[in-house]
C-alpha cells in the first residue's frame, strides 16, 4: 500500500516531520515527491508487527474507512471520465482493494457494498471488469438487504455485466435495483438501471422494450437536459427507432445527442 502524505497522516497519525525521520532512515521512501511507500520486504516485516500487536484492527478500520470516503468522493468525477480522477483512483486501487478485503472479513457488509459500488466506474474503464464483478458478487452475496447501498451495487454490477455482453445478467440486477432505487428517492441511480435495461433490450433486438425503457430514463432526466445521462437516454431512443425502422426519427435523435 502506498500513501499519499494526508493518507498517511489519517489513517496512520504520522505528521510530516515523522514521515521525513523514516525516509531519513531508508524505511520509507518518497515517489517523486508526493507518494510514500516501502520496500517489499520492509512493508513485509512491518506488517508481521502490525498484526502481531493491538493496533492492527483499529488502523485496519481507520484505512478502510479513509479509503471508502474517497472513493465516494471520487465516483461522481469518475463517471464523467475525469483524466485526474481516474490517475488518482488507479494510483490508489491496491489500497482500495485492501480496504474490501478489510470490511469483508470484518462483516461491514453495508460499507462493503458501498465501496464495491463506488469503485466500479473504475472497473469497466481503465481495469479489470472481471475483478469488478467478482467484488461486487460476493458484496451482494454478503448482505441482501434491501438497502441503498445494496441497490447502487446491484447497478453497478448491472453496469459491469453490461459491458462482457450477460444482457440476461443486465435485466436481473438492474431489474431489482431499479424499485430499490424509487423507494429511496435515488433518482439519478433509478435512471441508469433503466438505461442499462434499455441497452441490454438493443443488443437483443427487443426494439420495442428498449424504446419504452430509454423514453422512461428520457424523462428522468428533464430537469438536467444536459446531463451524461440525458445525452446516453436521447441517443439509446435514437438506437430504438433505428432498430424499429424509423430511421429518421433515430437520426434526429442520434443529432441531438450529438
Known sequence: RRLLPRGAETVCEADLDTLQSLVDKSLVRLREGKRFWMLETIREYALERLEASAEAQELGSRHADYFLALTEAAEPHVREYSPA???????????????LDYLEGSNRYEELLRLAAAISPLWGIRSS???????????LAADDRPTPARAK?????????????????????AGEALPLHRANGNDW????SLLL???AAADREDFERARDLAKEAAEGTKSDPSSSQAIHATWQLGWAHVGL???????????EAL
Open 189 to 192: 441511480f433509478a435512471v441508469e
Open 85 to 99: 480522477w481516474l490517475d488518482r483512483l488507479g494510483e490508489e486501487l491496491p489500497n482500495v482493494r485492501a480496504a
Open 245 to 255: 425502422g424509423e430511421r429518421e426519427r433515430g437520426r434526429e435523435l442520434y443529432q
Open 197 to 199: 435495461m434499455a441497452h
Open 129 to 139: 471488469m472481471t475483478e469488478g464483478r467478482r467484488r461486487l458478487e460476493a458484496a
Open 153 to 173: 451495487a446491484l447497478t453497478a454490477a448491472a453496469g459491469l455485466a453490461l459491458g462482457q455482453g450477460d444482457d440476461e445478467t443486465v435485466d436481473e440486477l
